[in-house]
Nanobody, 120 residues
Framework: QVQLVESGGGLVQAGGSLRVSCVAS????????MGWYRQAPGKQRELVAIVTSGGATHYADSVKGRFTISRDNAKNTVYLQMNTLKPDDTAVYYC??????????????WGQGTQVTVSS
């Protein structure tokens, strides 16, 4: 059984920094894209950043230049370093990964989410 477990959320003042992490565990034949999404109260879940297995990255315009996504393939872990945080970044942050539990199938998996709150 595959699990994604996030950690590192919390409360920070505007202008501050946080790093969230997500570890994949279980049956992991292969992990392709890994990413972070977020959902603020009353809003739809939105993409924050994605990193491919080869290290290519893509960011939402709203976080470019402030957030950095990275991954450690040996540890099956994806990170999101968030700098210069703004109150608009307040949301539940969800880890997502395209995982092959075996050589024959793959699908998207989601973590349980971690709250990030930025105070003004």
């Amino acid at each position: 059984q595959v699990q994604l477990v996030e950690s590192g959320g919390g409360l920070v003042q505007a202008g501050g920094s946080l790093r969230v992490s997500c570890v994949a565990s279980g049956s992991l034949f292969r992990i392709d894209d890994m990413g972070w999404y977020r959902q603020a109260p009353g809003k739809q879940r939105e993409l924050v950043a994605i990193v491919t297995s080869g290290g290519a990255t893509h960011y939402a315009d709203s976080v470019k230049g402030r957030f950095t996504i990275s991954r450690d393939n040996a540890k099956n872990t994806v990170y999101l370093q968030m700098n210069t945080l703004k109150p608009d970044d307040t949301a539940v942050y969800y880890c997502n990964a395209d995982i092959w539990p075996s050589a024959w199938e793959h699908r998207d998996y989601w973590g349980q989410g971690t709250q990030v709150t930025v105070s003004s």
